[in-house]
């Protein structure tokens, strides 16, 4: 299934409301403190407050910089996009997350560049240069990252009206960068004379969201809110983040199909269209060579949306192209069930795109971005390792079946199955090992990954947080080769429960972490074609 995020907007949307909101979706805060480490300077404090607005129990979440020249004053430093840029690119997060959040900078960078009229490399950010922005923008990134978002659906967003002051003087709402950035997303005023949309929020929400309109039909797993820093009497100053996975049923859904012909528009354009289409909901854009009348060569668009979407569609392509008539129609389309599955090779973690129909994989194909950074770091071709991806990918579905569940039971005595000798400094993962007999023993119980950190002195450690439920234990697993701490946060994993504590390298282990091998020797985590109840027992 695809996991689906969903923001409410409508209240407006700002950075600390979307990192308190998914904070209140479960996202760990000491998981994100610990992934922040290269950003946030160690005389900064990262809390998560729970509070009331209207009524609404929602998380308001701050960045306290007391002692550092970011604390308050409104005199925090104006930092450049190099700058942000390279603190970044310096910190321990993924490369999957840098590179997201490095290019939500650039896009902005770009805004401002336009509306100041000013080489990129001059642009200097005010507000969103301050360090708790930045934590806003990063944090919010590697929380989405961590939680195994797919898909990133926004509803319209509340602006608000009147005027803000900014550091070029009090200008109306939406500011000038944030409007800019909400260019071909549905949005709305309201009487509130507030800015309710501030740039870091537009920034974050038209920087994931790949469609705008109500809830899509999904299955809810957990929902969670986001609180701004003031009361607005008569309303919840809150943002709604729903977490959930698309429903079986929306494999088959209706949309909408819009093409006009275009035989007397500069091919400059094209790229242009297409980008703008996709910004605004788009879910795919075509270009198709036609001959038209007078023996003119032309070029059929071909846009597809989401029903609601028609009204936006038809303004971009009257306002982008040349055409004077598109014609449009509803569709059904089939769908396969899509999710991702993350495998190990000898170059690095690739995620799979796979696809099924009843549950049966119909087709698995490597994400080539994730091919094209191993490649490069590895200086391998391309081929080489999309090739490595799919072996590892039918290995890892011979070698790991999970054959059913039952739901939770009473925890097995932890006599039942022996205690795993301690680790020593010189084999720190073989000592952890049972034989096949003790194997069958063990209580396998699904758990979820709450926070990841790498054990100190050893590169194949980590530390882990896991909730089985009913509980919360923390273990130790050899898996740092192969895995990111934050790639696993948010994962339900399959945890050996009935093992006595052992202490390994300074760390008591509270039980294991279920893996198989490749043969190359890194280990991959169990994962599951349909996510548990935390807690039930793994056969």
Same mark, same amino acid.
């Given at each position: 299934?695809?996991?689906?995020?969903?923001?409410? =907007?409508?209240?407006?949307?700002?950075?600390?409301?979307? #990192?308190?909101?998914?904070?209140?979706?479960?996202?760990?805060?000491?998981?994100?403190?610990?992934?922040?480490?290269?950003?946030?300077?160690?005389?900064?404090? #990262?809390?998560?407050?729970?509070?009331?607005? =209207?009524?609404?129990?929602?998380?308001?979440?701050? /960045?306290?910089?007391?002692?550092?020249? !970011?604390?308050?004053?409104?005199?925090?430093?104006? *930092?450049?996009?190099?700058?942000?840029?390279?603190?970044?690119?310096?910190?321990?997060?993924?490369?999957?997350?840098?590179?997201?959040?490095? $290019?939500?900078?650039?896009?902005?960078?770009?805004?401002?560049?336009?509306?100041? @009229?000013?080489?990129?490399?001059?642009?200097?950010?005010? +507000?969103?240069?301050?360090?708790?922005?930045?934590?806003?923008?990063?944090?919010?990134?590697?929380?989405? !990252?961590?939680?195994?978002? !797919?898909?990133?659906?926004s509803s319209a967003l509340n602006t608000g009206t009147g005027s803000v002051q900014t550091a070029h003087g009090r200008l109306p709402i939406p500011a000038p960068a944030t409007i800019k950035l909400l260019e071909g997303v549905p949005v709305y005023g309201s009487d509130v004379q507030l800015e309710l949309v501030t740039p870091t929020g537009a920034l974050l929400v038209t920087g994931h969201a790949s469609a705008y309109g109500p809830m899509p039909l999904m299955l809810v797993k957990r929902s969670?809110?986001?609180?701004?820093? *003031?009361?607005?009497?008569?309303?919840?100053?809150?943002?709604?983040?729903? #977490?959930? $996975?698309?429903?079986?049923?929306?494999?088959?859904?209706?949309?909408?199909?819009? +093409?006009?012909?275009?035989?007397?528009?500069?091919?400059?354009?094209?790229?242009?269209?297409?980008?703008?289409?996709?910004?605004?909901?788009?879910?795919?854009?075509?270009?198709?060579?036609? @001959?038209?009348?007078?023996?003119?060569?032309?070029?059929?668009?071909?846009?597809?949306?989401?029903?609601?979407?028609?009204?936006?569609?038809?303004?971009?392509?009257?306002? %982008?192209?040349?055409?004077?008539?598109?014609?449009?129609?509803?569709?059904?389309?089939?769908?396969?069930?899509?999710?991702?599955?993350?495998?190990?090779?000898?170059?690095?973690?690739?995620?799979?795109?796979?696809?099924?129909? $009843?549950?049966?994989?119909?087709?698995?194909?490597?994400?080539?971005? !994730?091919?094209?950074?191993?490649?490069?770091?590895? @200086?391998?071709?391309?081929? $080489?390792?999309?090739?490595?991806?799919?072996?590892?990918?039918?290995?890892?579905?011979?070698?790991?079946?999970?054959?059913?569940?039952?739901?939770? @039971?009473?925890?097995?005595?932890?006599?039942?199955?022996?205690?795993?000798?301690?680790?020593?400094?010189?084999?720190?993962?073989?000592?952890?090992?049972?034989?096949?007999?003790?194997? &069958?023993?063990?209580?396998?119980?699904?758990?979820?990954?709450?926070?990841? %950190?790498?054990?100190?002195?050893?590169?194949?450690? &980590?530390?882990?947080?896991?909730?089985?439920?009913?509980? *919360?234990?923390?273990?130790?697993?050899?898996?740092?080769?192969?895995?990111?701490? %934050?790639?696993?946060?948010?994962?339900?994993?399959?945890?050996?429960?009935?093992?006595?504590?052992?202490?390994?390298?300074? /760390?008591?282990?509270?039980?294991?972490? #279920?893996?198989?091998?490749?043969?190359?020797?890194?280990?991959?985590?169990?994962?599951?074609?349909?996510?548990?109840?935390?807690?039930?027992?793994?056969?």
């Amino acid at each position: 299934m695809t996991r689906v995020l969903y923001f409410d =907007c409508f209240s407006g949307a700002s950075g600390d409301m979307i #990192l308190g909101a998914l904070l209140d979706l479960g996202v760990p805060l000491d998981g994100l403190q610990s992934a922040l480490g290269g950003i946030v300077p160690h005389e900064c404090r #990262l809390t998560a407050t729970r509070v009331l607005r =209207c009524g609404i129990s929602a998380v308001h979440f701050q /960045v306290h910089a007391a002692g550092h020249p !970011d604390a308050g004053g409104g005199h925090a430093p104006h *930092r450049g996009l190099k700058e942000i840029q390279a603190m970044i690119g310096d910190s321990s997060l993924s490369d999957a997350v840098k590179r997201r959040a490095s $290019d939500l900078f650039e896009r902005l960078g770009r805004v401002e560049a336009d509306i100041h @009229q000013v080489p990129i490399e001059r642009v200097h950010f005010h +507000e969103v240069g301050a360090l708790d922005s930045i934590v806003d923008i990063v944090g919010s990134v590697w929380a989405i !990252d961590a939680l195994g978002v !797919d898909r990133v659906v926004s509803s319209a967003l509340n602006t608000g009206t009147g005027s803000v002051q900014t550091a070029h003087g009090r200008l109306p709402i939406p500011a000038p960068a944030t409007i800019k950035l909400l260019e071909g997303v549905p949005v709305y005023g309201s009487d509130v004379q507030l800015e309710l949309v501030t740039p870091t929020g537009a920034l974050l929400v038209t920087g994931h969201a790949s469609a705008y309109g109500p809830m899509p039909l999904m299955l809810v797993k957990r929902s969670g809110y986001g609180a701004g820093g *003031r009361d607005i009497p008569g309303q919840p100053n809150v943002l709604r983040a729903v #977490l959930g $996975d698309e429903a079986a049923a929306a494999e088959h859904d209706r949309v909408l199909v819009l +093409e006009c012909n275009i035989d007397d528009m500069s091919p400059q354009f094209f790229g242009g269209l297409m980008d703008r289409l996709y910004a605004a909901g788009a879910l795919d854009v075509f270009f198709a060579p036609v @001959q038209m009348k007078k023996n003119r060569p032309g070029t059929l668009v071909t846009v597809m949306a989401p029903v609601p979407l028609r009204e936006t569609v038809l303004d971009l392509l009257f306002r %982008e192209t040349t055409t004077i008539g598109v014609r449009h129609h509803e569709v059904d389309r089939e769908c396969l069930s899509r999710e991702w599955v993350t495998v190990a090779t000898t170059y690095g973690q690739v995620r799979m795109k796979v696809a099924r129909r $009843d549950g049966t994989v119909m087709n698995a194909a490597p994400e080539y971005e !994730d091919c094209a950074a191993l490649a490069t770091r590895h @200086q391998a071709a391309v081929r $080489d390792v999309h090739a490595a991806a799919v072996n590892a990918y039918f290995q890892q579905r011979e070698r790991v079946q999970v054959m059913s569940t039952e739901q939770p @039971q009473p925890e097995s005595s932890p006599s039942t199955a022996p205690t795993p000798p301690a680790e020593s400094p010189a084999a720190p993962a073989e000592d952890l090992r049972v034989g096949i007999e003790e194997f &069958l023993k063990l209580d396998l119980r699904a758990a979820r990954v709450l926070a990841a %950190e790498r054990v100190p002195k050893s590169r194949k450690l &980590l530390k882990l947080e896991v909730d089985l439920g009913h509980e *919360r234990r923390t273990l130790v697993a050899g898996i740092a080769e192969a895995y990111e701490p %934050e790639a696993l946060v948010g994962r339900v994993v399959a945890v050996v429960a009935n093992l006595k504590p052992a202490t390994v390298m300074g /760390v008591e282990s509270n039980g294991m972490i #279920l893996a198989a091998s490749t043969p190359g020797g890194l280990p991959i985590v169990v994962e599951f074609e349909k996510e548990p109840p935390l807690g039930a027992r793994i056969k």
